[in-house]
């Protein structure tokens, strides 16, 4: 059965600090590997990986993933209060066309 | 504006009722998605569908149903079945090939209370 791990579940860092979020995954026919961020409603796109070993970046946000190992992380550096919500992991299978998604973190950011 | 557009943004339903979710997309997106979401437990896969006419269940489809009568559209219908709806919806949908299009675009999503 396909699943995706995400840890830690939740997690309170102080402005400033940097985290590291974890995505492992176990899919057939893995395609993608995809990171939302949902501070409310919709969840909103932060990066997609195909490829090993390539780090995306966007601005203090950063991600890689490692296709023998089968985890993403996601790192985020000098936090900021707008940085608190839930960060969800997905995988997308190229053979069912589905994305298989984590419970998420949720990150709290404190003044 | 392209997107996703969900309604109702909240909708109560009595004991016994079915009620529809709308979801309709702009994107000209091949495939759409329905999500359920609880607190702690992630997005879990009600239904599916790539493309017209056709769609598959998802990890969670006891006591929902869909249609896709129309690329645009892809309306959930929560039946009496499914005896625990309280929930947040999303629906998503995106391209089906090609590596740059495998990112899905979420609606706001629709949070069903049974009263």
């Known amino acids: 059965e396909d699943k995706v791990v995400q840890s830690p579940l939740s997690l309170v860092v102080h402005e400033g600090d940097t985290v590291t979020l974890n995505c492992s995954y176990e899919v057939t026919n893995f395609r993608s590997l995809l990171w939302y961020k949902q501070e409310k409603k919709a969840p909103t796109f932060l990066f997609m990986l195909t490829s090993s070993g390539i780090e995306k970046k966007s601005g203090r946000l950063s991600s890689i993933l490692d296709k023998k190992e089968l985890f993403s992380i996601l790192n985020i550096t000098a936090t900021q209060t707008g940085d608190s919500a839930i960060y969800l992991c997905?995988?997308?299978?190229?053979?069912?066309?589905?994305?298989?998604f984590g419970t998420g973190t949720r990150l709290k950011v404190l003044a | 504006d392209g997107g996703i557009t969900q309604s109702p943004k909240y909708l109560f339903r009595k004991e016994g009722q079915n009620v529809t979710l709308s979801c309709e997309q702009n994107l000209n997106h091949d495939a759409m998605y329905w999500y359920r979401q609880d607190p702690g437990q992630g997005l879990r896969l009600i239904y599916y569908s790539q493309i017209v006419n056709d769609f598959q269940k998802g990890d969670i489809a006891e006591g929902y149903s869909v249609s896709r009568e129309k690329k645009e559209s892809f309306p959930l219908t929560v039946t009496s079945a499914q005896k625990n709806p309280t929930a947040f919806y999303l629906c998503?949908?995106?391209?089906?090939?090609?590596?740059?299009?495998?990112?899905?675009?979420f609606g706001q999503g629709t949070r069903l209370t049974v009263v």
């Open positions: 998503a949908s995106s391209m089906v090939r090609g590596n740059t299009g495998l990112k899905a675009f």
């Open positions: 997905a995988a997308f299978s190229s053979g069912t066309y589905k994305y298989i």
